[in-house]
């Protein structure tokens, strides 16, 4: 590279405080955001161009001392990063550039007007780059951050008390009230594969945490909220509507993201808020371990379809869940309903011969199994729904006897 001369170096050291003032007057009148930050966030701005002009000026003195244009944010604190961005950093820095590279050529001998030019464009350039270095240490740091965070919030919600998981949510940045679902999953991914994953929760969801455990991964999704204006005439119906629509919603996402992690993955039910998120996760990650009972279980697949294989894991929730979802409902219709379908069952689902233990006649007991698959949502007649009737059959028989 070329050198400047020593009256060349000699007169840019004398005019480097004036070409630093000048740089600070146009930032200010160039940038409306300098303008508007805080005194303390100016002055640590300031710094950095007074270090970077200086920093020039010495490597043009002296050209052979290795230079590390990172050193000029070392004037400024981390923080700083989260106050500008990058682009903002590197407009700054082209309008200090175009400052150096108006008055400095002015201030050197003539003939070294255009080694000056050189070295001011070469040291920008390098500048430049070292701005995005920064910058990028800075995301790398602050995504390990809450991705530390986040798993201290998850298992939070596996251990803690509700209300202090959802106080860790709120430290990893959850900001909803609305419906939340969670995903356990086994699958192992790389940073570029978190980071796809964490942008793909982003999009689809109004909040999400993720948790990444050696070969498995647990997320948890929220929705919108159920909100309405207090003003608002809409009956209770229309409110219980919208419920049951950012709850449709927050699942669907929840299964589409599960889609895509190229691993078996569980999906657990949607919750009321984030404070109950433990139960979801507690019944994905049950689910995903009772997965392999299940050998034709699609996937991916809700905690609340491996119920039977749950139970037989010993998943106490999965005896609570299949006697609220299954055996109440059925309960609930009373008899004849609930015997038919035990009856049925019981005898190897033959219609006739359930026929003939109630005395009726094939139709009927067709017709109580049919009304049953529509109130209770298990269709008798189908060899996995039956399986469900049956094991919530007999955990409800378990749990009367109990009471007893």
């Known amino acids: 590279m070329d050198e400047l001369s020593a009256p060349g170096v000699s007169a840019l050291r004398q005019a480097q405080d004036t070409i630093i003032e000048h740089s600070l007057d146009r930032i200010s009148s160039a940038h409306d955001f300098y303008r508007t930050l805080p005194e303390g966030s100016r002055d640590q701005i300031a710094a950095v161009a007074r270090l970077g002009v200086t920093m020039f000026v010495d490597s043009a003195e002296n050209p052979s001392t290795p230079l590390v244009p990172s050193q000029i944010f070392s004037v400024a604190p981390a923080a700083l990063t989260g106050v500008i961005t990058l682009e903002q950093t590197l407009a700054l820095v082209r309008t200090v550039l175009d400052v150096v590279v108006d008055e400095a050529p002015r201030a050197v001998p003539k003939e070294d007007h255009d080694t000056v030019r050189i070295l001011v464009l070469t040291f920008g350039r390098d500048v430049g780059f070292a701005a995005a270095e920064v910058y990028a240490r800075a995301a790398e740091a602050r995504g390990a951050w809450d991705a530390r965070l986040e798993s201290v919030a998850v298992d939070a919600m596996l251990h803690d008390d509700p209300d202090d998981a959802a106080t860790r949510a709120g430290t990893a940045g959850w900001n909803g009230t609305g419906p939340v679902v969670t995903i356990a999953a086994k699958t192992t991914l790389d940073a570029l594969g978190i980071s796809r994953l964490r942008h793909e929760c982003r999009n689809l969801a109004s909040d999400c945490l993720v948790s990444v455990r050696g070969d498995s991964v647990l997320i948890v999704l929220g929705g919108s909220p159920d909100t309405l204006d207090p003003s608002s005439k809409r009956s209770s119906s229309s409110q219980g509507s919208r419920a049951e629509s950012a709850e449709r919603l927050v699942d669907q996402a929840a299964m589409q993201v599960a889609g895509g ?15 109950h998120a433990g139960r979801s996760l507690r019944s994905a990650l049950a689910g995903l371990r009772a997965l392999p009972g299940w050998a034709e279980a699609p996937n991916p697949v809700h905690a609340d379809d491996l119920l039977p294989e749950r139970l037989l894991a010993g998943d106490e929730l999965a005896g609570e869940q299949i006697l609220s979802l299954v055996h109440a409902p059925l309960h609930e219709m009373g008899d004849p309903f609930e015997s038919t379908v035990a009856t049925y069952l019981a005898l190897g689902g033959s219609l006739e011969a359930t026929a003939r233990n109630l005395f009726v006649h094939a139709n ?7 009304r049953v698959s529509e109130q209770v949502g298990w269709d008798a007649t189908n060899a996995r729904d039956g399986l469900m009737l049956h094991m919530a059959i007999i955990v409800g028989r378990l749990a009367v006897g109990r009471d007893a």
């Open 364 to 370: 009927t007991v067709r017709y109580r199994l049919g």
């Open 261 to 275: 992690l190229g691993g078996s993955a569980v999906v657990g039910p949607v919750v009321s808020g984030i404070s």
